[in-house]
C-alpha cells in the first residue's frame, strides 16, 4: 500500500505546524503518521449514516446543568507582572519579538 | 504500617483529632519518597545507573518547603479548635499538567520546562482548601502523551513500584506509582483515554475517571479538550471518594464544569450492591491491535487471567446480591482507537499552538531572521516526538479536503459509541444497567521499552478505556489481585453520567468481601527491605 501522506504533504503539515525537522526525525514521524492512518481507516468499515449526529463531546449539557454566561465585565487579573514574568523577552511592559515577517494579500 | 501506609481517610480522621500530627504524617511520605524515588526527572539527565533502575522515580519537582508550612498550618488549625477540612494534613501529589502558583508546571516537556504558573488549578487549590498537603508534582508521559511515561522529557522516567523493569503505565504513571509506593495517600491525575485508569491498574491502585464536566479543568494544561477529566488516584476507593467529593463541582473558571450538586459519596459507600444491575459485554474481552510485524489489524482474547480475575469480581458481587448481566452488546467499543486517533490529534494540535516562545515557555536561543523562524525553532526543539505527532496528525485529519472523511466520520462514530452506553444504561430499555464490568487494560504492566516508539501499539493500551472517554460517562479500576509474573490486575466499572455514587458502592463492596483475600497483603517490590517502624 502507497503512503497516504506523501513527503510533499508531510513538507506541507509541517509548515502548517509551525516546526522545522531533521531528515531522521521526519522520516520516523512520517513513517509513524501513515502507520496511524491505516488505523484510523478502520472507521470506515462502519456504516455511518449522514443523519448520524457529530458529537463534539459525550455527556450533553441541558441548560440545567449548564452554568450561566457569566456577566461581560472586566476583571483583569491582579498581578500581571506574574504573567510578563514567564516571556523571554519584555521591555517595559511590551512582549519583544522579532522581526514579523509581512505578506501582500493579493 | 507506617503512617505513609494509612488510608487518607483514616490519617485525616487522627489529625483532626488531634491524635497525630500532619508535621508525622508529612514526615513519613517525606522518609518514604527519600527512600524509594531515586533522582527525580530532569532534562539531560545522563545515562542510567543500576541504583536508578530499581527506583521509582516519581517526581519531577518535589515541594518540601510548601508541604511543611502548609502541614504547620493544618497543626495550628488543629490546635486552636478550627476544623482544618476533610484532607486534614493528608500528603498528596499532582500529576506535573496542573498549574500551581509559583511551581513550575512542565507537563514533562522542555517547552515548558522554565514555566512558573501565576495561577492554581481549581482541583489543587480545593485540596489544598480542604486541609491536604501538596508533596510534589509527579512524571508523567510529554503533554500527558502516551500510556507508559517512557515520552517524558524529564528522565529517568518513572518505573513501576511492583516490579522496576515495569512500565507504571500512562499517562498519570508517576501518581498512580507515588500512590503504589507510599509517596502521599492521593495524587491528582488526568483521563483523556485512560490515564488515570490504566496506570492505577498497572500499579495496583484505585482510579477515577470522573463524569466529564464532573471536576472543572480550569488551571489543567489543555490536552483534548473534550476529553480531559481531572481524577483521583488513591489506595482505597474510600479515598478516591473522599477526594472526589473535594475537588468536584460547578467552577466559574470554567464553563464545562456542570452545574449539578455533588452527592455525598461517603454517605452510601458502604451501602452494598443488592439489586444493583451490573453487565458483562463480550465486546470487552476481545482486543483489536495492530500486528507489530505487519501492521494489519488482529483480533485476539485479552489475557485469560484478566478474564478470570473480571468473572471472579462478577462471581462475588453475585454472591453479595447483585444481578449479573451477561451478553450486553457494546458494538462499537473497538472504533474507540481509530476515532480517537482523530479527535484527540485535532484537538491536541490546535491546543498546542499557543507554544510559540513568545509568552512563556522555552525560546530558541539561536538568532533568528523573523517571528515566523521563532516559531519553528522554539517548537522544534521544545516539542519530543509524541507532540509533534499529534501536531501533525491534527492538521492532516482536520484539513479541508480530509475533514469529512476524518474528523466529521470520527465524530459521528462517537456519537455511535455513547449510543452503546445510553442503550445499557436506559431505565427503560432492556439492560437497564446501573454499571458495566470490564477488564481495565487487556494486558498487565509492559516492560519498559518494549512498545516505546510504536505509536500505533501504544495508543491500542488505552481500548478498553477509551470509550468512557468518548462517551464523557465515569469509570473506576479497582485492583482485583496479581497475575502469575506478580503484576497486579485491574478491573473497570463504568457506569451512567454522574453516577459516580454508584460505581464506588460497587467498588467499595468489592473491597470489603476481599478484605481478607492473600493478595491484598502484597507489599510492591520496591519496598522489600524498607524497615518496618510498625
Redesign the interface.
Known amino acids: 500500500m502507497t503512503d497516504s ?1 506523501t513527503p510533499e ?2 513538507d506541507h ?2 509548515l ?6 531533521s531528515l531522521e ?1 521526519a522520516d ?2 512520517r513513517r ?2 501513515n ?10 468499515r ?1 456504516p ?2 449522514k443523519d ?8 450533553p ?1 441541558p441548560p ?7 456577566e461581560d465585565e472586566w476583571d483583569p ?1 491582579p ?1 500581571s507582572e ?2 510578563l ?5 519584555t521591555d517595559d511592559g511590551y ?1 519583544i ?5 509581512h505578506t501582500e494579500l493579493e | 504500617m507506617e503512617l505513609c501506609d494509612l488510608p487518607a481517610f483514616a490519617l485525616a480522621d487522627r489529625i483532626r483529632r488531634g491524635e497525630l500530627s500532619a508535621v508525622e504524617a508529612l514526615e513519613s511520605a517525606l522518609d518514604r519518597t527519600a527512600a524509594v524515588d531515586g533522582r527525580p526527572g530532569t532534562l539531560d539527565s545522563g545515562s542510567m545507573s543500576r541504583e536508578d533502575e530499581q527506583k521509582v522515580h516519581a517526581f519531577i519537582t518535589l515541594s518540601e518547603e510548601r508541604a511543611r508550612l502548609q502541614a504547620e498550618e493544618v497543626d495550628r488549625k488543629v490546635a486552636s479548635g478550627v476544623d482544618p477540612g476533610p484532607l486534614a494534613g493528608v500528603p498528596f501529589t499532582i500529576k506535573d499538567i496542573f498549574c500551581v502558583r509559583g511551581a513550575p508546571a512542565t507537563a514533562a516537556s522542555r517547552i515548558l520546562a522554565n514555566f512558573t504558573p501565576p495561577y492554581t488549578a481549581t482541583p489543587v487549590l480545593r485540596m489544598e482548601q480542604a486541609g491536604g498537603v501538596m508533596l510534589g508534582k509527579v512524571n508523567l508521559d510529554e503533554f500527558t502523551y502516551g500510556s507508559s511515561n517512557e515520552s517524558s522529557a524529564f528522565q529517568p522516567s518513572t518505573r513501576n513500584p511492583w516490579n522496576t523493569r515495569r512500565v507504571p503505565g500512562g499517562s498519570s504513571g508517576g501518581s498512580a506509582a507515588a500512590v503504589a509506593a507510599g509517596e502521599g495517600a492521593l495524587s491528582l491525575g488526568t483521563d483523556t483515554a485512560g490515564s488515570v485508569r490504566q496506570p492505577a491498574a498497572f500499579c495496583g491502585v484505585v482510579g477515577v475517571k470522573p463524569t466529564y464536566g464532573r471536576v472543572s479543568r480550569f488551571g489543567l494544561i489543555a490536552f483534548g479538550s473534550s476529553l480531559d477529566c481531572p481524577g483521583p488516584v488513591a489506595r482505597t476507593v474510600t479515598d478516591a471518594a473522599l477526594m472526589l467529593r473535594v475537588i468536584a463541582g460547578p467552577d466559574p473558571h470554567d464553563a464545562t464544569a456542570a452545574d449539578i450538586p455533588v452527592d455525598d459519596y461517603l454517605e452510601t459507600i458502604e451501602s452494598g450492591v443488592r439489586g444493583l444491575r451490573i453487565g458483562l459485554s463480550p465486546d470487552y474481552f476481545r482486543i483489536t491491535y495492530p500486528d507489530p510485524q505487519t501492521g494489519e489489524l488482529r483480533e485476539e482474547p485479552i489475557s485469560p487471567e484478566i478474564e478470570a480475575a473480571v468473572m471472579l469480581a462478577a462471581g462475588r458481587l453475585a454472591e453479595l446480591g447483585a444481578d449479573i448481566i451477561e451478553n450486553v452488546p457494546m458494538p462499537h467499543t473497538h472504533y474507540g482507537i481509530p476515532a480517537y486517533f482523530v479527535i484527540s490529534r485535532v484537538e491536541a494540535a490546535s491546543n498546542l499552538h499557543r507554544y510559540d516562545g513568545v509568552k512563556y515557555g522555552y525560546r530558541t536561543p539561536e538568532m533568528v531572521e523573523n517571528l515566523g523562524e521563532l516559531y519553528r525553532k522554539s517548537r522544534a526543539q521544545g516539542f519530543g516526538s509524541q507532540p509533534k505527532l499529534r501536531i501533525l496528525m491534527g492538521m492532516y485529519v482536520s484539513a479541508a479536503q480530509y475533514s469529512e472523511q476524518y474528523y466529521n466520520r470520527a465524530l459521528r462514530v462517537r456519537s455511535l459509541i455513547r449510543s452503546d452506553f445510553d442503550t445499557i444504561y436506559d431505565p427503560n430499555g432492556k439492560y437497564r444497567l446501573d454499571a458495566l464490568l470490564t477488564p481495565t487494560t487487556p494486558t498487565t504492566a509492559f516492560e519498559m521499552g518494549a512498545v516505546y516508539g510504536d505509536s500505533v501499539l501504544m495508543q491500542y493500551a488505552d481500548q478498553l478505556t477509551v470509550p468512557a472517554n468518548h462517551a464523557g460517562i465515569p469509570g473506576i479500576s479497582l485492583p482485583v489481585g496479581f497475575d502469575s509474573d506478580g503484576l497486579p490486575i485491574g478491573i473497570q466499572l463504568l457506569g451512567p453520567d454522574f453516577s459516580e455514587r454508584n460505581l464506588f458502592r460497587i467498588g467499595r463492596a468489592y473491597e470489603m468481601v476481599t478484605e481478607e483475600d492473600a493478595w491484598r497483603s502484597r507489599r510492591p517490590e520496591v519496598l522489600e527491605g524498607i524497615e518496618d517502624k510498625g
Open positions: 501522506i504533504i508531510f503539515l509541517v502548517l505546524a509551525a516546526l522545522e525537522l526525525e520516523y514521524l509513524q503518521l502507520n496511524q492512518l491505516k488505523a484510523i481507516h478502520e472507521l470506515e462502519i455511518v449514516d448520524t449526529p457529530l458529537t463534539s463531546h459525550g455527556v449539557y440545567q446543568i449548564t452554568p450561566p454566561i457569566r487579573f498581578r506574574e504573567i514574568e514567564q516571556a523571554p523577552e512582549i519579538v522579532p522581526e514579523i515577517p
